[in-house]
């Protein structure tokens, strides 16, 4: 069987069962190569971009994966009901790679990473936008969610370019470290309805409303209060007993948390320690 055998070429299809994902899609002239029909230049490469260190760091499973394991993978994939990778690429241009996994009544988290020798190009968000399409036109999912790393900016600006719903923080440990994600989503509805085209989500990134950069500041202060106390959410409660202990164990920290906040929301942020009559 050659690669692009087993190829879906129809603009719109029914929900899919899970065994109808194990195959090749076309979208717009963009393919959607499913992993169980990559040539062998195909499996090295997408090995190698699954463990660059810039790509790794960013993964649930952040060690190398071996080529013995690599393989594996790929045998036992089509029989798989809830995971699906595809290589997605536009003419002799290979951009990266999307996933679903925890598939499941035409609910699914998603994935990708994009090919480092595009990075800082923007095919990042030309991945971005085409993955969209592919689930909600192409192969007709209900809603997709994924976690985003709380310090990965620039994925997490991607999924605010494209009007993702941020919808919790979600902690998982690794190697006894906990890492901080972001949990967006969307529905098929939602996309439909209000779906950007390419040129406007350009047009968002460079636009004069300075909307990407203030969302940059949100993401700055999620990361520096991950930092200062552990989680991307304030941390103390309403009696301030926290926040004055923390004063006293990092003031540098507590004072580039205000001032972020300051530029945030253009108002003076002041705080006074509460009096030992204040404290009881």
């Known amino acids: 069987m050659t690669m692009y055998e087993n190829t879906v070429h129809s603009k719109y299809s029914n929900l899919p069962i899970s065994n109808e994902l194990h195959q090749s899609f076309v979208d717009d002239e963009v393919q ?26 960013w993964m649930y499973n952040k060690n190398i994966i071996s080529e013995r394991d690599h393989l594996q993978f790929l045998r036992q994939l089509p029989q798989q009901r ?63 969610y994924g976690y985003v790393g709380c310090h990965n900016t620039n994925s ?13 923080f979600v902690a998982r440990k690794q190697n ?30 460079l636009g004069k409303d300075n909307a990407v950069r203030y969302k940059r500041d949100e993401v700055a202060v999620r990361q520096l ?12 409660d309403t009696s301030g007993e926290y926040l004055e202990r923390y004063t006293k164990v990092n003031t540098l920290h507590l004072t580039h948390f205000l001032s972020l906040l300051k530029e945030k929301y253009n108002s003076c942020l002041l705080y006074t320690s509460p009096s030992p009559r204040d404290r009881g």
């Open 156 to 168: 997490l600006l991607l999924n605010e370019l494209f009007d993702m719903q941020e919808e919790a």
């Open 32 to 57: 959607f190569i499913h992993f169980s029909k990559l040539d062998e230049a195909l499996i090295w490469e997408v090995l190698a971009w699954r463990n660059h260190p810039e790509i790794r760091k």
């Open 82 to 144: 809830q995971r699906y990778y595809w290589l997605v690429k536009k003419g002799d241009q290979n951009w990266g790679v999307v996933d679903l996994s925890s598939y499941k009544n035409g609910e699914s988290e998603w994935g990708f990473y994009i090919n480092p020798a595009y990075m800082g190009s923007g095919k990042a968000i030309q991945l971005f936008y085409h993955a969209l399409q592919f689930f909600f036109t192409k192969i007709r999912l209900k809603r997709v």
């Open 176 to 205: 006894g470290i906990t890492h901080w994600y972001t949990k967006y989503a969307m529905t098929q509805e939602v996309y439909l309805q209000h779906a950007a085209s390419l040129g406007e989500i350009k047009r968002r990134l």
């Open 225 to 236: 209060l991950i930092q200062a106390f552990g989680t991307p959410e304030l941390p103390w």
